[in-house]
């Protein structure tokens, strides 16, 4: 426990109702379905409500009632995220409005011609993020690190609805030649995105969060901490109605001192998680409260 196991939830029938429901009847009425799809969630999930509520209760210091509500808007609030990563990708940016807290650090990052790192969580919707900055004029290409195990049948429907994509991705590998694909990323003064927040089971990094030690994988801040680059913490928050915030926050990084790194990276995710405490998506045990439950 402790860990995730690297696949995201949901099916292909599920994505194909919400597309249909998104294309044929718009967004908000896609968002009207999500109160039955969440107390579907909300009813038979017992796992990932085992660990939400957690969150909510343990973590936050929420009362029991509070907590349990929460859970259902978490549920809500997460499918809200989905729909509109589906929405905006497909061509319905027009649609949405944003500001952005931040951007000139990531201006003044390219200007340093040494690339960059960007360094996310499983928190609000971040992998819209690349819609929301062609609208700013900032040119540049990110390289998103990621593992290959999400559901393959997904993530093929989901490229055959979405317009192309301008993200690049480098896949973790056992033979450590992703290190390579990034630092000839770096060296073109582009940007690498790493979440910090889901361990997989390699080489992992401790530090206490929200009042209790948890793991983190150790890769992105090895990595960060190593590169003499920028590193910017970036998130992209959902706001009331179809409005995001995008907030960039430059990390201070002393070179091989991957630890301090990742406090710096608790703090700033945690700082975030207090003003939006039901966009926390991560469905696994990740304090490891329940080692001895499967």
Request: glycine share 6%; with cysteine; charged share 25%.
């Amino acid at each position: 426990m402790g860990k995730w196991d690297g696949k995201s939830r949901g099916t292909v029938l599920g994505y194909q109702i919400f597309v249909f429901c998104i294309n044929k009847l718009g967004v908000r009425t896609a968002y009207f379905i999500l109160y039955f799809v969440a107390a579907y969630y909300f009813l038979f999930l017992k796992e990932s409500n085992r660990v939400i509520f957690y969150y909510f209760r343990k973590r936050l210091g929420y009362s029991f009632w509070t907590a349990k509500k929460m859970v259902y808007q978490n549920y809500f609030v997460f499918g809200q995220t989905l729909i509109d990563k589906i929405a905006i990708a497909a061509g319905m940016r027009h649609k949405y409005t944003y500001e952005f807290d931040g951007i000139e650090l990531l201006t003044e990052m390219l200007a340093e011609k040494k690339g960059g790192v960007l360094i996310s969580a499983h928190i609000g919707n971040f992998e819209i993020n690349e819609h929301f900055f062609r609208d700013i004029d900032l040119d540049f290409s990110i390289n998103v690190v990621t593992t290959d195990n999400e559901h393959r049948a997904i993530k093929e429907y989901l490229e055959k609805v979405s317009q192309v994509s301008s993200a690049k991705y480098i896949i973790v590998k056992d033979d450590m030649s992703h290190i390579f694909e990034i630092n000839t990323a770096l060296a073109k003064n582009e940007l690498v995105c790493f979440t910090g927040d889901r361990y997989i089971g390699t080489k992992n990094l401790q530090g206490e969060f929200f009042g209790e030690m948890a793991k983190f994988p150790a890769g992105p801040f090895l990595i960060a901490s190593r590169l003499r680059v920028p590193v910017v913490f970036v998130y992209v928050m959902k706001e009331a109605k179809l409005h995001y915030h995008l907030y960039a926050r430059r990390a201070e990084v002393q070179h091989r001192n991957e630890q301090e790194l990742l406090n710096t990276y608790i703090a700033s995710v945690s700082s975030m998680l207090k003003k939006y405490p039901l966009q926390w998506f991560n469905y696994f045990d990740f304090w490891d409260a329940f080692p001895n439950k499967k």
